[in-house]
């Protein structure tokens, strides 16, 4: 086993969830988890409510760069200092001050965190070069309990069977397609193709990113169906990035979030610059 998933292995979930977060994210999957999340937002959009209060808001579709590092940087600053830290007290503070300007139901929001629980594990489980372990599995679990209850949610479920229980039955009561979930979705897969290919392939691209979604997913975000041969495609080619994973060290040093470079701060940010609306600063 490689040194950090080793050691991983010797953690506890109940008392070392950040660190075991931490591991998994900056060392053991970094390319694999930030793809999990990405796809994960795509869960929310197929949520009416969700998407007609994105297009309402206009945040997704004007600026979609900047809302997607928005939300990336909150998230990565809590993971990389700490929920205790100041940074991640700030971050936070930013994320609850920015959620709070608008109607989202305590349901919304525990289905939200759901998936981001959820949603990693599937993708590990599907296109990594092995599945999360028990430790890794209950270690993001209660990293994300712990954030909701930062996030004052109520009715958390406590166990892993039990959210994606809630999880499943959320998705079957709510994914109904709408024009807000199509057009939320379009404007973040021309973006995230933008990571890979200039715009005048973005029509060849945007079939192989419909292969990574399931078909009722796929439907709630008004997506044809796509072709068994992209799905093929599309599967050889992320069992062949896991053989190379497999092959490769994982990193001494940890990837970071918070120290790339993004397009929307190319001086870089403070936290409370981030998202829709700017609050009064803290100091370090």
Request: include cysteine; charged fraction near 25%; aromatic fraction near 12%.
């Amino acid at each position: 086993m490689k040194p950090f998933s080793a050691q991983i292995q010797h953690l506890n979930p109940q008392t070392d969830h950040e660190k075991i977060s931490f591991l998994l994210s900056c060392h053991v999957f970094p390319w694999d988890l930030e793809r999990s999340l990405e796809f994960a937002l795509f869960r929310t959009f197929a949520v009416p409510s969700i998407s007609g209060l994105l297009v309402e808001t206009g945040e997704f579709v004007r600026r979609p760069r900047k809302r997607y590092d928005d939300t990336e940087l909150i998230l990565f600053e809590i993971l990389e200092h700490g929920m205790n830290s100041l940074r991640g007290k700030r971050a936070i503070r930013r994320m609850n001050a920015m959620h709070g300007r608008f109607a989202i139901s305590n349901e919304e929001f525990l289905y939200v965190l759901s998936t981001f629980i959820f949603e990693p594990i599937r993708w590990i489980e599907k296109y990594a070069y092995r599945p999360m372990t028990e430790v890794e599995k209950e270690g993001v679990f209660k990293n994300y309990l712990e954030l909701g209850k930062r996030m004052n949610l109520k009715n958390v479920p406590q166990t892993l069977p039990e959210f994606e229980a809630y999880n499943r039955q959320y998705e079957a009561e709510h994914f109904r397609f709408e024009k807000s979930n199509q057009i939320i979705a379009d404007k973040t897969i021309d973006l995230l193709l933008g990571f890979y290919l200039p715009k005048w392939l973005f029509g060849l691209g945007r079939p192989f990113v419909y292969a990574l979604l399931d078909d009722p997913l796929r439907e709630a975000l008004g997506i044809r169906k796509v072709s068994g041969l992209r799905k093929w495609i599309v599967k050889k080619g992320l069992g062949l990035h896991a053989f190379l994973h497999q092959l490769r060290g994982e990193p001494k040093h940890p990837i970071l979030g918070t120290v790339r470079k993004r397009p929307s701060y190319p001086e870089g940010y403070q936290i409370e610059e981030l998202g829709t609306f700017p609050s009064k600063a803290v100091s370090e």
